[in-house]
């Protein structure tokens, strides 16, 4: 399949395009590792690696898992873009994107994007652990070769993406304790129930764009976002028991337990919202809300341990 890809038309086949275009900038390389999504998921990372360590805290073990998984997430990221050149493309919000427009060639991006994850998966290996280091390349495994092809045949494929987006705090609960406990699994769970509101609300958002890409996200499946809308709020009012779990396993103190009660019942009401009124404008507020939630969230989890 990634051979097939590499083969198809690239923009260094079209007439005028300069060296620059070939070899891209340094900022068109930064943009093809996805800053943005990258700090989100070493920002779950570091909370995973605070609830797994025990006994005098190391930094610099800290800074390695940060390191190594931030590699892997910034290569499977170029990578994701490269497989999904030609539909990004396609689509008005991403065809600005490097190699849709032609800045770096296809075969540069895939060298980049191999390279930063090998590396990533070695720094966790040889700097860290072993089992950190086999989450990372699962998790990459899991994202390029399941969720990312699943997105042209089903609407699961959102439900498959959610495994690899929840292994964050896994890898940094790994990292620090060497294997995995229930408090691991509970990070995992937040994760994953958070991201089908927050990701369904970008779908209805861009829906037209996914539709010309032939991406069956489920607002291109269901144009009317009933659907859509309603399971957004069936999996925010699911977050709100999960979320308190750290709080029944001591991981976190009574202020957590207050505060994720807050936040959930504002996550869940936006969810409410967008149901009465399917509209672009109400998913984009329940996109705003996932974007505070999660932050705030483990904010709460830092500042408010558990009384022993």
């Given amino acids: 399949m990634l051979g097939r890809n590499l083969i198809a038309a690239s923009p260094l086949a079209k007439p005028g395009i300069g060296d620059r275009s070939v070899r891209g900038s340094i900022q068109d390389f930064i943009d ?9 998921i070493l920002m779950s990372t570091a909370i995973g690696y605070y609830f797994g360590h ?5 930094l610099l073990s800290l800074i390695h898992t940060v390191i190594g998984t931030g590699l892997v997430a910034s290569g499977t990221a170029a990578l994701n873009q490269w497989y999904e050149r030609e539909a990004d493309r396609k689509m008005r919000r991403t065809q600005t994107r490097p190699l849709p427009a ?3 060639a296809p075969m540069h991006a895939l060298v980049f994007g191999i390279a930063l994850a090998a590396a990533g998966v070695l720094e966790l290996g040889f700097a860290v652990n072993w089992l950190s280091a086999l989450l990372c390349a699962l ?3 899991m994202y390029l070769f399941f969720y990312t092809p699943l997105k042209q045949k089903t609407w699961w494929s959102t439900t498959v993406g959610a495994v690899p987006g929840a292994m964050p705090p896994l890898i940094g609960f790994a990292a620090a304790r060497g294997h995995l406990t229930p408090e691991a699994w509970v990070l995992f769970a937040i994760l994953f129930v958070w991201q089908f509101p927050h990701f369904y609300a970008i779908a209805w958002m861009y829906r037209e764009d996914y539709s010309r890409a032939g991406i069956l996200m489920l607002p291109v499946v269901e144009p009317d976002g009933e659907s859509t809308a309603r399971q957004m709020f069936w999996f925010c009012l699911a977050l709100i028991p999960i979320s308190l779990a750290p709080n029944w396993l001591g991981m976190t103190g009574i202020v957590y337990l207050a505060g994720a009660l807050i936040l959930g019942a504002l996550f869940l009401y936006s969810t409410v919202l ?6 672009i404008l109400q998913a984009r507020r329940v996109l705003l809300a996932s974007v505070v939630y999660l932050p705030v969230l483990y904010g709460l989890m830092l500042l408010d341990p558990p009384r022993l």
Avoid: H
Avoid at 54 to 58: A, D, E, I, V
């Fill in 139 to 141: 998790t990459l495994a």
């Fill in 274 to 279: 967008v149901q009465n009124n399917r509209t």
């Fill in 54 to 58: 025990r006994g005098p805290f190391s």
């Fill in 102 to 104: 032609g800045r770096i």
């Fill in 32 to 40: 093809l590792t996805k800053p943005r999504i990258t700090w989100l």
